[in-house]
């Protein structure tokens, strides 16, 4: 080719760092990020999680410490998770108003009033059998699970939870969740839902966290088949119908082509999470000297954004949080 006919050089505009963050198209802000938090009972506990290398299981007289360096971090909105003292068959620590979350919740509210909470609704981590809702022998009942869900999200918000976030995958639960909050007058609490949630071994590392890993069986026969895409499509549009405000797909990185499909089809804001095996591979891999983890998270985090996620939820929260105050992403 002739020289003087190359008129489109898209290098020219990689020239400097000013010219290329000045044509930047995806842009990341810390008001959108999520930092997912163990509670835990008993006292004066702060107990790291053997998969989840500079994750924490905290005690409620405990978990201040963290919550006041998210907050000096600039992240503003926590997402709770509880562990019970002892789990049976129902969950019924799931919607105790004594319950550990619900504790966590009175207490945060208390000491950190402009800090927004969200809770994870879901029985796995309440169930002896560690199933996300009641089985009838070894199948998990939807409809009367829903009940239950129901109870929890409502607990959740009587307790001080600005907006819950139902993870159990029983079909209808967003309209039963909807509808108990509303007849109880929380008609403006919104919900986040884990419309799009696959059965995914990434989750691995939470469930030693949370000890909710199933007893026997999988969950494949509510979490979706992960070779699946329009059924991805499928749960976020009866979210949205039955009344979610947020749709949020989970895990990220091995599923950004949904995150794209469900942001190109939906006008909710759209979330992913960076779930806890994406956490554990980077910190491993960080460990053995042979990635540079900083530059991932960094990465991770925009790729999720340009998929068309306006929300993350990642355990890297506090880090990326400085990342995007030196500016070295966003
Ligand atoms: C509860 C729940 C899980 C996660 C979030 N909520 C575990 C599961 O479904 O087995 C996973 C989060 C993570 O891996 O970081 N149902």
């Known amino acids: ?31 959108s990020l999520i930092y997912p938090m163990f509670v835990m009972e008993g006292n004066d506990i702060r107990e790291e999680i053997p998969s989840m290398e500079g994750q924490y299981r905290y005690s409620v007289d405990c978990m201040g410490e963290e919550l006041e360096q998210l907050v000096k971090a600039g992240v503003n909105s926590v997402m709770l998770f509880g562990i019970p003292a002892v789990k049976d068959e129902v969950g019924s620590g799931a919607y105790d108003e004594n319950g550990i979350v619900q504790r966590a919740l009175r207490e945060a509210k208390k000491s950190f009033p402009d800090l927004y909470l969200i809770t994870d609704v879901c029985m796995c981590e309440y169930t002896s059998h ?22 929890t999200a409502l607990s959740h918000v009587e307790a001080g939870a600005d907006m819950v976030a139902p993870s159990d ?28 949630k696959y059965a995914s071994a990434f989750y691995g590392p939470f469930r030693d966290a949370a000890g ?10 509510y979490q979706m088949d992960f070779h699946n895409r329009r059924e991805g499509l499928k749960e976020a549009l009866l979210d949205v119908e039955e009344g979610a405000d947020i749709i949020m797909v989970k895990p990220a990185m091995s599923y950004l082509d949904v995150v794209r499909e469900v942001a190109d089809a939906i006008t909710l804001p759209v979330a992913s999470y960076s779930v806890s095996g994406e956490y554990a591979m980077v910190k491993a891999a960080a460990k053995m000297g042979w990635i540079d983890a900083e530059k991932i998270i960094c990465e991770m985090a925009a790729s999720a954004y340009r998929a068309g996620t306006d929300i993350y939820i990642t355990y890297f929260a506090k880090e990326l949080a400085r990342f995007m105050d030196e500016g070295r992403i966003g």
């Open 130 to 151: 560690g199933h996300c809702g009641v089985l009838c022998g070894h199948y998990v009942d939807n409809d009367k699970t829903l009940e239950l869900l129901a109870k």
């Open 212 to 221: 909710s890993a199933p007893a026997f069986g999988d969950r494949k026969s």
């Open 1 to 31: 080719m002739n020289i003087m006919e190359l008129v489109k050089r898209p290098r020219r505009i990689r020239g400097s760092e000013t010219l290329r963050r000045m044509v930047r198209e995806t842009r990341m802000d810390k008001a």
């Open 169 to 196: 995958m029983m079909d209808g639960r967003i309209a039963a969740i909807r509808h108990i909050l509303d007849e109880n007058g929380h008609v403006e609490t919104p919900i986040m839902s884990y419309a799009v």
